[in-house]
Nanobody
Framework: QVQLVESGGGLVQAGGSLRLSCAAS????????MGWFRQAPGKEREFVAG????????YYADSVKGRFTMSKDNAKNTVYLQMNSLKFEDTAVYYC?????????????????WGQGTQVTVSS
């Protein structure tokens, strides 16, 4: 079993930056691909970014491409989401998730473990 704990959320002005962290325990994430998802009030949860087991391949939603960067530090058992040029519409609860296998990083059902989420609020 894997426990995931997100941190780094908060309130930031539009145009600002935040870095989210997701610390894993219970198992090493070197065997897992990881993903970040988010859920805004009144909306369904959506895919934000994904990273391969090795950390060498990343995937992003079109809405964050060029602004967000996901990285993976297997030695620290932690994944990160660097968010730059934040927009009001990035306001959401951000969740990290892990999976052993799958075919689509954007498919929630392929993820085995989820964190509790961290709130990101962008003021306009």
């Amino acid at each position: 079993q894997v426990q995931l704990v997100e941190s780094g959320g908060g309130l930031v002005q539009a145009g600002g930056s935040l870095r989210l962290s997701c610390a894993a325990s219970g198992r090493t994430i070197s065997s897992f691909a990881m993903g970040w998802f988010r859920q805004a009030p009144g909306k369904e949860r959506e895919f934000v970014a994904g990273i391969s087991t090795s950390g060498r391949i990343t995937y992003y939603a079109d809405s964050v491409k060029g602004r967000f960067t996901m990285s993976k530090d297997n030695a620290k058992n932690t994944v990160y989401l660097q968010m730059n040029s934040l927009k009001f519409e990035d306001t959401a609860v951000y969740y990290c998730a892990s999976r052993l296998s799958g075919t689509s990083y954007g498919r929630e059902s392929e993820y085995d473990y989820w964190g509790q989420g961290t709130q990101v609020t962008v003021s306009s």
